[in-house]
């Protein structure tokens, strides 16, 4: 009996070698650092959308099946051509971070699936692109109001994928390209303002000068006639008084006459 028993062993154990060589690579599923995996069972309930596998190597069942989402920002570029609010045609170049919502990728999956950035987030790039820009002028997306403009393509674009279980970081203009006539003229426009506030900075200047010279003025003016007011000849005549006694403590010989000079004011003769 277990002569017997043996070969079935072998036979069993060999079927199930060529079991895994056949089916070894949709029963062994490596994930890897940035992604997560959401599985498809075929026989059992469809898509598990409430369990996420981590990165590592996971064993299903062969007629399973195991959708992998790369859950890294990723970068898209986007070139369009839109018109602006007058009428002309604007080229740009958008560029778009986004990813999917990691513990949400089963739901995800179930709605739009892996072509999610084809199906959802450039058809909402290009629609909210065209209607942004086309409420401003060339010059203002050129110039003024571009990080306005881009900030406004990217609220109303994450207002429309967030409920699509899409992350949007960001999105930036990289470049935007105008008609060549319209760049020139608009360079100009520019070079003209920034003339006219060098004009006007220097009229500033000027008048800034003048009222400061005039405030200057004023105020030696003020104060000669404080001067005027308080220097009386009797003053004059005290502070003379003074001088004399000073030079009269000297050293130096002199000859004082008290008396004989302009308001009476003593007259210093002599001295070395």
Do not use: C
């Not at 070139?79 to 604007?90: Q, R, T, W």
């Not at 004009?199 to 400061?212: L, P, S, T």
């Amino acid at each position: 009996m277990e002569n017997q028993g043996l070969p079935r062993v072998v036979v069993f154990g060999l079927l199930g070698v060529v079991l895994v060589f056949i089916f070894g690579s949709s029963m062994f599923i490596t994930i890897n650092p940035g992604q997560k995996g959401v599985l498809f069972e075929t026989l059992g309930d469809g898509l598990d959308k409430e369990t996420i596998y981590g990165q590592g190597l996971h064993i299903i069942a062969p007629w399973n099946d195991m959708i992998v989402y790369d859950v890294k920002e990723t970068e898209t570029f986007e070139k369009m051509e839109v018109l602006s609010s007058n009428g002309l045609s604007i080229k740009i170049d958008l560029s778009i971070l986004h990813k999917p919502v990691a513990d949400r990728i089963g739901y995800l999956h179930d709605n739009l699936g892996t072509n999610y950035l084809e199906k959802i987030i450039k058809p909402a790039v290009r629609s909210v692109t065209r209607q942004v820009i086309g409420n401003y002028l060339p010059e203002e997306l050129y110039n003024t109001k571009r990080k306005e403009i881009e900030e406004e393509i990217y609220k109303q674009t994450l207002k429309i994928v967030s409920e699509k279980d899409i992350d949007l970081p960001a999105i930036y203009i990289r470049d935007v390209t105008l008609p060549a006539t319209l760049v020139k003229a608009i360079e100009q426009k520019l070079k003209q303002e920034q003339e006219s506030l060098e004009y006007e900075f220097k009229i500033d200047k000027a008048r800034k000068e003048a009222e400061r010279k005039e405030i200057e003025a004023n105020g030696i003016a003020t104060f000669q006639q404080i001067v005027n007011r308080t220097i009386t000849p009797q003053l004059l005549k005290w502070k003379g008084v003074e001088a004399t006694q000073e030079i009269a403590k000297s050293e130096n010989a002199k000859v004082i006459v008290i008396g004989n000079g302009d308001g009476d004011l003593p007259i210093i003769l002599g001295g070395q």
